[in-house]
């Protein structure tokens, strides 16, 4: 199956530590966001990336870091520095960035909890 | 920076009644996508409208776009229990970084 997976699909954080969340895609995609939701709300951009080894902040990128060293893999990093961490995070990917009519395809998300 | 609003943020209807959301946004778009979230899940992405456009039709959902009102609307007809799921607006500008900015959604239920 062709897709965008992430896991874990539920991750709890004490505070102090750092979160990897994972987002993998089997779709030849060129380009991967990362969101997070919060309860009632839309959803606000993290980072993005439109091609392997390069990436860029979003609105929200204050607390969190990413890496793009695969063309399949954008994982994101939660650290410590991200005081309200505590929510659902969703990873997106799309064909081409530079095409201007693309949807973009979701994973299931993560919800991390910080206890 | 949310781009705009949607509205209504809440709306429950009977099965086979439509449903009509409204989404304004602030800055000149390429193209305005309308998603669909059941609760807990990722969102699925429902129909692209282009700047250029004013109405698109795919199966039992219309959009409409106004760009000089800078305003968009989903119609959903005929609406079923199934269809019960935030809906969201996201705006796609001018720029070549395919970023998308998302409205707050709108929460619909639909009562069998």
């Known amino acids: 199956d062709g897709g965008i997976t992430q896991s874990p699909k539920y991750l709890f954080r004490k505070e102090g530590q750092n979160v990897t969340l994972s987002c993998e895609q089997n779709?030849?995609?060129?380009?991967m966001y990362w969101y997070r939701q919060d309860p009632g709300q839309g959803l606000r951009l993290i980072y993005y990336?439109?091609?392997?080894?390069?990436?860029q902040k979003g609105d929200i990128a204050e607390g969190y870091s990413v890496s793009r060293e695969k063309k399949e893999s954008f994982p994101l990093t939660v650290t410590s520095a991200q005081k309200n961490p505590t929510a659902f995070y969703l990873c997106?990917?799309?064909?081409?960035?530079?095409?201007?009519?693309?949807?973009?395809?979701f994973g299931p998300g993560t919800r991390l909890t910080v206890l | 920076s949310q781009q705009g609003e949607e509205d209504p943020q809440a709306l429950s209807i009977q099965e086979g009644e439509n449903a009509t959301m409204n989404c304004s946004y602030k800055?000149?778009?390429?193209?305005l996508q309308w998603y669909r979230q059941n609760s807990g899940r990722g969102l699925v992405h429902l129909i692209l409208?282009?700047?250029?456009?004013r109405e698109k039709h795919s199966g039992r959902l219309r959009v409409t776009l106004d760009t000089s009102k800078k305003s968009s609307s989903l119609l959903i007809t005929a609406s079923r229990a199934a269809d019960t799921a935030s809906y969201f607006c996201?705006?796609?500008?001018?720029?070549?970084?395919?970023?998308?900015?998302f409205g707050q959604g709108t929460t619909l239920q639909v009562k069998p």
């Open positions: 800055t000149s778009i390429n193209n």
């Open positions: 990336s439109q091609i392997v080894n390069d990436f």
């Open positions: 996201a705006t796609r500008g001018s720029s070549n970084t395919g970023k998308l900015i």
């Open positions: 779709l030849n995609h060129d380009a």
């Open positions: 409208i282009r700047s250029n456009e």
């Open positions: 997106a990917s799309s064909p081409q960035s530079r095409s201007s009519y693309n949807e973009q395809f």
